[in-house]
């Protein structure tokens, strides 16, 4: 049987649906570039070939796929964040005897949500693993295992849940294939990345994890246009196809529930409440009295049998998950709870890039550099967008919007890695007059005079305007040239004037609550404003809000000398200064 799943070159993409569901197959591609989309066209290909399969839900984002296809048990936890008004939980995570739960499903080939994103996971998927393994040793039957964020489950450490390694090495015989997807290919142990027979593979950039890819390309081209893929875009190579193909997965059914928040829909909450009493609360009266709960708790000690009177009805809900996730505020002194962008990468590796980076001797002489420290701090970025008036002929109103260091007013880009240029930072609190002699000084310079004129200012103004500028040296006198000895002003600042007419990369982010250390944002609104005002008299802010940027602050020693670099915690990537 073959799963019509997508397109390729113009014509219709299907994969093996044998290989799908007893192999081992890996969907890897950094975060936004569309695992999970991928990941439910195949469910619900799946679900309409009344193919079994059980899907680990970290995220709480698959429960959609209910709406469409009813015979999926879905499987999670009471007050539990799925935004969904109109679908009935089926089991309670907590309660539920998964031995049993699994029994029955791979009888009858039931999909199953197992949504973990409201519990302790790694237990939890424990757990499942080993009932699943246990019970398709002995029915024998095909049936498939998904682990989403496969990094969260089978990391390169000790930690790796050996009982999913084993169902890569020996799930096949037993009719049980694993998918695993995972954005850090990097950090996935090796011991179920190698045994994958099939690789689904979609953007990446960080460094590791082309690396750790490589081995599925046969040239270096091949991996290189990996960083260049749209959402949606994969390789698809294996035993899934016949021969390795770029394909695009086709439109969903069912709703997409990951999309990536844009920063213009941040919103500020104030002081969560903590306790969440109120949540409890209410989970508390809707959790139905054990009687009708079908599969009773593992834990209770009670081996509930399942009989007909206990199968699941997938009419009765547990509860309807109707709230809204309150976030867990950091332990730190923030008046508001605030987002960060969420890191990808782990200390450890951030580490082992920052010691790429370490000097060595030169010539057998001096002393070799070594890591001091290595934390994880986030960086306040402004968000800014302008609206004015622009436009060669004919005039109408503009956008532009860029990201500025919160602490100096330096332009940020983050294309393939945080870099900070020159933007504001030389021009932050000056006054008005100040500013409009800095924008429209020629590098010759100019007198005092030639100033009133220019810029029609006050004599007044000019010259307190002058003084300050000395004082901060932005501006200096030049020796007078020529009859006349009244001095000439030359600029002194190393930077042009900021242009908002400047293109800006666009950014979005995906971000979460955090609670490591953060910098103080120290510029507002106002200091931006002026500058605005002056580069383009039209201009308006429109939005001015701050994301917290995460990135490793890294010192090394070499002898009693220190320095110190960052490392952008999303992108692998030591952060760039270009000034
Ligand atoms: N095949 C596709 N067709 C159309 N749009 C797509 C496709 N795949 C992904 N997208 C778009 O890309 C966005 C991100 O995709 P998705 O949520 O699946 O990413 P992801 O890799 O799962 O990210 P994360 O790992 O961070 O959850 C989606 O919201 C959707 O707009």
Same mark, same amino acid.
């Given at each position: 049987?073959?799963?019509?799943?997508?397109?390729?070159?113009?014509?219709?993409?299907?994969?093996?649906?044998?290989?799908? !569901?007893?192999?081992?197959? *890996?969907?890897?591609?950094?975060?936004?570039?569309?695992?999970?989309? &991928?990941?439910?066209?195949? *469910?619900?290909?799946?679900?309409?070939?009344?193919?079994?399969?059980?899907?680990?839900?970290?995220?709480?984002?698959?429960?959609?796929?209910?709406?469409?296809?009813?015979?999926?048990?879905?499987?999670?936890?009471?007050?539990?964040?799925?935004?969904?008004?109109? #679908?009935?939980?089926?089991?309670?995570?907590?309660?539920?005897?998964?031995?049993?739960?699994?029994?029955?499903?791979?009888?009858?080939?039931?999909?199953?949500?197992?949504?973990?994103?409201?519990?302790?996971?790694?237990?939890?998927?424990?757990?499942?693993?080993?009932?699943?393994?246990?019970?398709?040793?002995?029915?024998?039957?095909?049936? /498939?295992?998904? !682990?989403?964020?496969?990094?969260?489950? #089978?990391?390169?450490?000790?930690?790796?849940?050996?009982?999913?390694?084993?169902?890569?090495?020996?799930?096949?015989?037993?009719?049980?294939?694993?998918?695993?997807?995972?954005?850090?290919?990097?950090?996935?142990?090796?011991?179920?990345?190698?045994?994958?027979?099939?690789?689904?593979?979609?953007?990446?950039?960080?460094?590791?994890?082309?690396?750790?890819?490589?081995?599925?390309?046969?040239?270096?081209?091949?991996?290189? %246009?990996?960083?260049? /893929?749209?959402?949606?875009?994969?390789?698809?190579?294996?035993?899934?196809?016949?021969?390795?193909?770029?394909?695009?997965?086709?439109?969903?059914?069912?709703?997409?529930?990951?999309?990536?928040?844009?920063?213009?829909?941040?919103?500020?909450?104030?002081?969560?409440?903590?306790?969440?009493?109120?949540?409890?609360?209410?989970?508390?009266?809707?959790?139905?009295?054990?009687?009708?709960? $079908?599969?009773?708790? %593992?834990?209770?000690?009670?081996?509930?049998?399942?009989?007909?009177?206990?199968?699941?009805?997938?009419?009765?809900?547990?509860?309807?998950?109707?709230?809204?996730?309150?976030? &867990?505020?950091?332990?730190?002194?923030?008046?508001?709870?605030?987002?960060?962008?969420?890191?990808?990468?782990?200390?450890?590796?951030?580490?082992?890039?920052? &010691?790429?980076?370490?000097?060595?001797?030169?010539?057998?002489?001096?002393?070799?550099?070594?890591? /001091?420290?290595?934390?994880?701090?986030?960086?306040?970025?402004?968000?800014? &967008?302008?609206?004015?008036?622009?436009?060669?002929?004919?005039?109408?109103?503009?956008?532009?919007?860029?990201?500025?260091?919160?602490?100096?007013?330096?332009?940020?880009?983050?294309?393939?890695?945080? *870099?900070?240029?020159?933007?504001?930072?030389?021009?932050?609190?000056?006054?008005?007059?100040?500013?409009?002699?800095?924008?429209?000084?020629?590098?010759?310079?100019?007198?005092?005079?030639?100033?009133?004129?220019?810029?029609?200012?006050?004599?007044?103004?000019?010259?307190?305007?002058?003084?300050?500028?000395?004082?901060?040296?932005?501006?200096?006198?030049?020796?007078?040239?020529?009859?006349?000895?009244?001095?000439?002003?030359?600029?002194?600042?190393?930077?042009?004037? $900021?242009?908002?007419?400047?293109?800006?990369?666009?950014?979005?982010?995906?971000?979460?609550?955090?609670?490591?250390?953060?910098?103080?944002?120290?510029?507002?609104?106002?200091?931006?404003?002026?500058?605005?005002?002056?580069?383009?008299?039209?201009?308006?802010?429109?939005?001015?809000?701050?994301?917290?940027?995460?990135?490793?602050?890294?010192?090394?020693?070499?002898?009693?000398?220190?320095?110190?670099?960052?490392?952008?915690?999303?992108?692998?990537?030591?952060?760039?200064? !270009?000034?």
């Amino acid at each position: 049987m073959q799963l019509k799943i997508g397109k390729a070159g113009g014509r219709d993409f299907s994969v093996d649906a044998q290989e799908l !569901v007893t192999g081992r197959t *890996c969907i890897i591609a950094q975060s936004g570039s569309g695992k999970s989309w &991928s990941i439910a066209v195949l *469910c619900e290909k799946m679900c309409r070939n009344n193919i079994g399969f059980c899907l680990i839900d970290t995220e709480g984002e698959y429960y959609s796929l209910k709406e469409k296809f009813e015979n999926i048990w879905w499987v999670g936890a009471e007050g539990g964040d799925s935004e969904c008004e109109d #679908i009935a939980m089926d089991y309670d995570i907590e309660k539920v005897n998964i031995r049993h739960l699994m029994e029955r499903a791979v009888a009858e080939s039931r999909p199953v949500i197992y949504d973990v994103s409201e519990v302790d996971m790694v237990p939890r998927v424990t757990k499942l693993a080993h009932a699943i393994y246990d019970v398709a040793t002995d029915q024998r039957k095909p049936y /498939l295992l998904i !682990v989403e964020e496969a990094d969260k489950f #089978i990391p390169q450490s000790r930690d790796s849940i050996k009982k999913i390694e084993e169902i890569s090495r020996r799930g096949r015989k037993r009719g049980l294939g694993l998918m695993v997807a995972t954005q850090r290919p990097a950090i996935v142990t090796k011991n179920v990345l190698s045994q994958c027979n099939s690789q689904i593979i979609g953007k990446l950039s960080i460094e590791n994890d082309l690396k750790a890819v490589g081995l599925f390309f046969s040239s270096k081209q091949e991996v290189e %246009e990996l960083t260049t /893929l749209n959402p949606g875009d994969f390789f698809v190579m294996g035993s899934l196809v016949h021969e390795k193909t770029k394909m695009r997965f086709g439109n969903r059914e069912t709703k997409h529930r990951g999309v990536t928040p844009l920063l213009e829909e941040r919103e500020m909450i104030a002081d969560p409440d903590i306790s969440g009493e109120e949540d409890n609360k209410e989970a508390e009266s809707e959790v139905l009295p054990d009687k009708e709960n $079908p599969f009773k708790s %593992e834990n209770s000690g009670e081996k509930a049998a399942v009989s007909e009177k206990s199968k699941p009805k997938s009419k009765t809900p547990v509860k309807k998950a109707t709230k809204k996730k309150k976030m &867990s505020l950091p332990v730190d002194d923030r008046k508001k709870s605030e987002e960060g962008v969420i890191p990808l990468i782990e200390r450890e590796e951030a580490l082992e890039i920052a &010691s790429g980076k370490l000097r060595k001797k030169r010539f057998g002489f001096g002393t070799e550099e070594r890591l /001091l420290s290595g934390d994880l701090i986030y960086k306040p970025l402004v968000c800014v &967008s302008v609206r004015y008036i622009g436009g060669l002929f004919r005039k109408t109103t503009r956008d532009a919007k860029f990201l500025v260091d919160g602490i100096n007013g330096h332009g940020v880009e983050i294309n393939g890695g945080l *870099c900070f240029k020159p933007l504001f930072s030389e021009y932050l609190n000056l006054d008005e007059p100040s500013l409009m002699i800095l924008k429209n000084m020629s590098f010759k310079g100019c007198t005092s005079a030639q100033i009133e004129a220019e810029i029609k200012l006050e004599k007044s103004d000019v010259e307190k305007s002058l003084k300050l500028l000395e004082e901060r040296k932005l501006i200096t006198e030049s020796e007078t040239v020529g009859e006349s000895d009244e001095p000439v002003y030359v600029p002194l600042t190393v930077h042009p004037f $900021p242009s908002i007419k400047n293109k800006y990369p666009s950014f979005s982010f995906r971000k979460g609550p955090f609670k490591e250390k953060y910098e103080k944002k120290i510029i507002d609104e106002s200091d931006i404003r002026m500058i605005l005002k002056v580069s383009e008299s039209t201009s308006e802010i429109v939005d001015f809000s701050t994301v917290y940027y995460p990135v490793y602050k890294i010192v090394m020693a070499s002898g009693p000398e220190e320095r110190t670099i960052y490392i952008d915690a999303v992108e692998g990537k030591e952060v760039a200064f !270009v000034f």
